[in-house]
């Protein structure tokens, strides 16, 4: 048997091996009374449906740890115990680590790329709490397809809807379609195609030819409001605006994408304020918000909301700062990495409407400098 030996906390230069508390992808278990299996196996299952992580055993919630069970030391009993109590079986890394003269059991578990219950039918994710703390919660097949969506091996949006119509397609959202191709420089080769061959083109209706149905980004984006009620009432698109603890505006919308984008917009715009800067013979507006940024934030918050699940796509905006929120989760603007997209989304929203890669107005200043002083020199780049 192996020990990893954990030294004592003296400074920040000393890394803790043991994490300080539970998160996401930690979890303490205490092994006094000896933990019994189902316990730990269901916590297993908890981080394999999740992101994976660490389970540490013979540690308290509050990060101390006690040690573990005599009949715990076994490594490949447990790891083997785990294997067995699990459909499909989980293969998890054990190894007992020397915390200050406690030994703790750690079992590093990985993201399971399918879903993970024990052999008694238990099915469990893991979330965080309001107060920031973790918890495991029955994983209900309802979210079954949104995990897969996020795992990358389901694409919802592309999935036809259950016995809706072509007809529940709007005309005007298709012509509403055709003018932000036209106004924003999207997909040129989308203007002149006709109503059959747009649909199929970006894919928002099923390729049956015998029955073509509407797929899921085919109501999102050209849906009549009724059909989107009927067939995704959790499509939801929220605008608020707060000063201080005021709430300014509060404005919800259940309608198709592009047209809550022109709504949503128009809100926006409103509320861009342009600060002239000038430097020598150059004047440059620096607007408190981004425009073409939060077209693409919007288009982003689009794509990885889950239709799946019980969510809406919120804007939060306030004087300093503009968020956006999927679910229950807040996320600062164009944050890097936090975004989930489904492709047929994705690649029908960027191709009538694409993504800006220009980003903060600080760049323009930037070129406005160096400009203004080539000119002073009588060089120019």
Known sequence: MNLVRVSPVCGDDMTRLIPERESLTVEFKSDRDKLADQELVAAVICLANTDGGDLYVGVEDDGRGTGIHPSRRNVAGLTAMIANKTVPPVTVRVEIIDAEGQAVVRVGVSNSRQLVGTSEGLLQRRRIKADGSPECIPFYPHEFAGRQSDLGLLDYSALPVGDAQVEDLDPL???????????????????????????????????????????????????????????????????????????????????????????????????????????????????????????????????????????????????????????????????????RRTASRKDALTRSAPRSTRRWDKRRITCARRASTQFSKNRWC
């Not at 055709?178 to 195609?193: K, P």
């Not at 073509?212 to 067939?231: D, I, K, M, N």
């Open 173 to 339: 959202e298709r012509e509403r379609l055709r003018q932000f191709v036209d106004r924003y420089g999207g997909d040129r080769s989308l203007v002149g195609l006709s109503d059959h061959e747009l649909d199929g083109a970006l894919g928002l209706v099923s390729a049956d030819a015998d029955r073509p149905r509407p797929t899921v980004a085919g109501l999102l984006l050209l849906g009549r409001e009724s059909a989107l009620r009927r067939h995704l009432p959790t499509h939801e698109v929220a605008f608020q605006v707060l000063e201080g603890t005021a709430v300014r505006v509060n404005d919800f919308y259940r309608t198709p994408l592009l047209r809550t984008f022109a709504h949503v917009d128009e809100l926006f715009n409103a509320r861009v304020v342009e600060e002239e800067l000038e430097m020598d013979l150059f004047r440059v507006p620096v607007p408190n918000f981004d425009r073409r940024a939060f077209r693409e934030a919007f288009v982003n918050a689009s794509c990885c909301g889950s239709y799946a699940a019980s969510t809406r796509v919120a804007w939060l905006e306030r004087s300093s700062a503009m968020k956006t929120r999927l679910g229950s989760c807040w996320s600062d603007l164009l944050k890097p990495g936090s975004s």
